[in-house]
Structure formats: C-alpha cells, structure tokens
C-alpha cells in the first residue's frame, strides 16, 4: 500500500537513500539537526551529489511534543537506540498531526502486526515449488504494476492519503512511529514486520526488565543485559520472550590485567559497585555539570542552534565517557598500550 501524505517528515536516511521524495507528499519538512547532519555528510567528496537542502522546509518541533516522544520511547524501550535527531523527527511528525486534529493513545500496544503472516504460505504451492512474487522473476515492469516497486511498508497497488507521514529507514524510528499510530513510508523495502515492546535482560541471572537504559542488572549487578522483546501485563508483570541465543565468550579467556592506582587510572569496569570508587565519582560528577548541547552550528539563516552529536546514543548520560569492560580484545596485548610515536 502506497502512502501519500500532504507532508513528509524525512531523516537523513530517508534523504540519502530516497531519489524522489517528492512522490509521496505535497511538502518536505525536516529540523533543524537533521538538516545538519545532511550538511555534514555532504561535505564528504562522495556523497557530494546528493541534492540540495534549501528545498525542504526546516522546523523544529515544540518542547511538548519533544518530552511526549521522550516518554512514549521510553515504555517502549526504544529511548537508548534514538539520537537527538531521530527524536526531534518523530517529534515533528506529531507535532503536524496534532495541528491536523490526530490524537494518540499514550499506552503502546502488544506486538502490533503489520505486514499478514499468509504472504508466507501463499508463495509455497502445492506441488512443492517455490514462486518468488518479487521483481526480476519473468515479471515485466509496467504501468499496471509500477506502483508495486520496493519503497512502501507493503505491496499492495492501493494508495492511503494521510495528513503527515515520517520517511525513514531506522527501525527504532518505524517501531516508535507505529506505537504512536503516526504513518511510516520507508525506502527500498526496510521496514520491520512487527512493532514490539523492548526490554533488558540479564545473561548472568536471567533477570528481566522493562526499564531499557540500565547498564547494570538490578539484581545482580553485573554488565551482562541484552535488548529482547517483552510483554508488560495489566498487573505490571514482564515477561520476556527469550530465544536463548548464543553467548559469544569471546575475549572472556583472558585474565583481568592488574589495577593501577591514581586519578588517571582506566581500570576495567565490570560491575556496578565499582562506580563506588573516587575516581568514578568524580566523573559522573563532572558529567551532570557538563551542557547537554555543548557544540555549536550556524543554520542556513545564520542563527545559532545547539545540537548534540548523532552518533553519541548513551545509555545514561552520566555514564557517558565512562567505558564498562573491554571488549573482545586481549586487555594484556601490548597493542593497546598507548605510545608516543613521533615522525621524522
């Protein structure tokens, strides 16, 4: 099913995977930091044929809208995996559909299927043969049939008209985006299947939760959480939907090196009663005083925004700057040791 908006809210996935964007909707929006993340990628010398800027409109959503979407990322489990430009997208996005009288249901439902199950069966016939129903299988291209090109959420031939539409291809953006009930259009088929509810939990002593920011368990306090899928009863009780999947031991047959003692010390942070310690205290410390919007960017009206780097997606903020464990490396490798190199 093809969508069609009156406007378009797009990322910078969307502008940089999508050729015309101005087939499905009327106007172009986006805000302020994605916009300069578009700039920023397009100073690189092989993305410099990507269009320009100045045909979208740039407009920021109100701080209402960005603390609902905050809220609302945060039961669903999707806050730790959004950038700040993600969110002030999907902020956007609601703010023209509330303008457009649209209204959202503030509790994030179950599992929310969307694309039929039965596309699965109906590909496998009878006599055991497999027919592929996708492009480039003795299927011309047509009038008839060009609609049904990747680039929806679905294939279906039939066109929806909605108020405003988000265009991106982050799967925690679609999975956000449906929770709300806002409408996605994403590029060249990626698209998830299913909206979910996200949780952590604990490999060690198999402790659930639906809190999602957590580094540490809450019940043994260890670094050993995964991202699955819960559900959250009426009662509040989470349960986890657990497909057992392998731990990778890698780089755990190592032995911890030796803790060295001082201020500048970066000794290996493997549970949570070490962030007791002085030192970590001190930098958690100096974290809550720094500014959330510490960098700052000339827009294309020459006035001054803030905006935090995209590619810094902390947890917690406080924690930001502070690494837990090491890795899959060898921690006694002398390859890791720093070294002051000069050139002749």
Request: one cysteine or more; proline letters at 3%.
């Amino acid at each position: 099913m093809s969508i069609h908006a009156k406007k378009i809210v797009i990322d910078t996935g969307a502008y940089m995977r999508a050729t015309h964007l101005d087939r499905y909707g009327e106007r172009l929006h986006t805000t302020q930091k994605v916009a300069l993340e578009i700039q920023k990628f397009k100073d690189d010398p092989a993305l410099s044929c990507l269009r320009s800027i100045e045909t979208i409109n740039i407009e920021d959503p109100e701080d209402s809208d960005l603390e609902l979407v905050r809220s609302f990322a945060k039961s669903t489990g999707d806050l730790p995996f959004l950038s700040q430009a993600d969110i002030s997208a999907i902020a956007l996005t609601y703010k023209f559909f509330r303008q457009g009288g649209g209204t959202i249901n503030l509790n994030p439902k179950e599992n929310i299927e969307i694309l039929p199950t039965k596309f699965a069966n109906d590909s496998v016939k009878s006599k055991g043969k497999f027919e592929c129903s996708g492009f480039g299988f003795n299927k011309w291209i047509t009038k008839k049939n060009l609609n049904n090109l990747p680039g929806d959420l679905s294939s279906d031939s039939s066109s929806t008209n909605c108020i405003v539409a988000c265009m991106t291809t982050d799967y925690s953006m679609q999975n956000l985006l449906l929770h709300m009930g806002l409408s996605v259009i994403t590029v060249n088929g990626l698209a998830i299947k299913t909206a979910k509810r996200w949780g952590l939990i604990c490999r060690a002593c198999y402790f659930a939760t639906s809190n999602s920011t957590l580094l540490f368990c809450e019940k043994c306090g260890h670094n050993t959480l995964d991202k699955i899928a819960i559900n959250i009863s009426k009662d509040g009780i989470v349960t986890a939907i657990d497909k057992r999947k392998y731990i990778n031991t890698r780089g755990t047959i190592y032995s911890i090196p030796k803790q060295k003692v001082g201020r500048h010390a970066n000794n290996l942070i493997l549970s949570q009663d070490q962030m007791l310690m002085p030192g970590f205290i001190h930098n958690m410390r100096a974290n809550q005083h720094k500014k959330k919007d510490s960098i700052e960017h000339l827009n294309l009206n020459g006035a001054i925004v803030d905006m935090v780097k995209s590619y810094e997606k902390p947890r917690n903020p406080v924690m930001h700057g502070i690494k837990i464990g090491f890795g899959k490396g060898n921690p006694n490798s002398n390859m890791w040791v720093k070294r002051n190199r000069f050139k002749y």
